[in-house]
């Protein structure tokens, strides 16, 4: 059994700065990669950032320079840190892990119940 659970979301207002957490626990292996999506209201879910064994990051080009993707592996959780915020970037933020439960296993895809980033104007 593997849980995965986001935290940090929040209102706040045009240039402010979040920090949104997650964090894996349970039956864990070795993570593969970790990363944040996002999803607006009437909008299909978008990656936003994204952390492949700590050494590869990527990141959505509207977020680039503003949004910051960290892990602790030794925690088991991701981060983004999120400054210069805009009314766009207003979504239900969702985490995801991808890991092996055992040396010889494969893969598995693990969401996050997403929590919300309200950026007024």
């Known amino acids: 059994q593997v849980q995965v659970v986001e935290s940090g979301g929040g209102l706040v207002q045009a240039g402010e700065s979040l920090k949104l957490s997650c964090a894996a626990s349970g039956s864990i292996f070795s993570i593969n990669a970790m990363g944040w999506y996002r999803q607006a209201p009437g909008k299909v879910r978008e990656l936003v950032a994204s952390d492949t064994s700590g050494r590869t990051t990527n990141y959505a080009d509207s977020v680039k320079g503003r949004f910051t993707i960290s892990r602790d592996n030794s925690k088991n959780t991701v981060y983004l840190e999120m400054n210069s915020l805009k009314p766009e970037d207003t979504a239900v933020y969702f985490c995801?892990?991808?890991?092996?439960?055992?040396?010889?296993?494969?893969?598995?895809?693990?969401w996050g119940q997403g929590t919300q980033v309200t950026v007024s104007s």
């Open positions: 995801n892990v991808l890991l092996r439960t055992s040396y010889s296993g494969p893969s598995y895809s693990y």
